[in-house]
């Protein structure tokens, strides 16, 4: 059994940075491709960044790009969210999911997701 566990969120004025975690486990961490998505109130999930299981290819939304890094340590089963520049519309809960297949930017392609970790920013 897979699980997907993030942490790391919680309430920043705009211009502050956080850094969300997330740790899988429960299956090798090898071969992994991590994504992050995030769902505001009211929206659908939207995706906002991606990388490969080597960290060679990253992805991001239009959104976050210039604003947010992704990372992983694979010594750790763990991956990274660093967020700058927030914005009161980067307000909403965020998720971590996991497949075994190539990194995609769709919420379908990932079988594996966290709980989700609130993320508020204040203007």
């Known amino acids: 059994q897979v699980r997907v566990v993030e942490s790391g969120g919680g309430l920043v004025q705009a211009g502050g940075s956080l850094r969300l975690s997330c740790v899988a486990s429960g299956r090798s961490f090898i071969g992994s491709s991590m994504g992050w998505f995030r769902q505001a109130p009211g929206k659908e999930r939207e995706f906002v960044a991606a990388?490969?299981?080597?960290?060679?290819?990253?992805y991001y939304a239009d959104s976050v790009k210039g604003r947010s890094t992704i990372s992983r340590d694979n010594d750790k089963n763990t991956v990274y969210l660093q967020m700058n520049i927030l914005k009161p519309e980067d307000t909403a809960v965020y998720y971590c999911?996991?497949?075994?297949?190539?990194?995609?930017?769709?919420?379908?392609?990932?079988?594996?997701w966290g709980q989700g970790t609130q993320v508020a920013v204040s203007s």
């Open positions: 990388i490969s299981w080597t960290g060679g290819s990253t």
């Open positions: 999911a996991a497949t075994w297949r190539p990194a995609t930017t769709t919420p379908g392609g990932y079988s594996y």
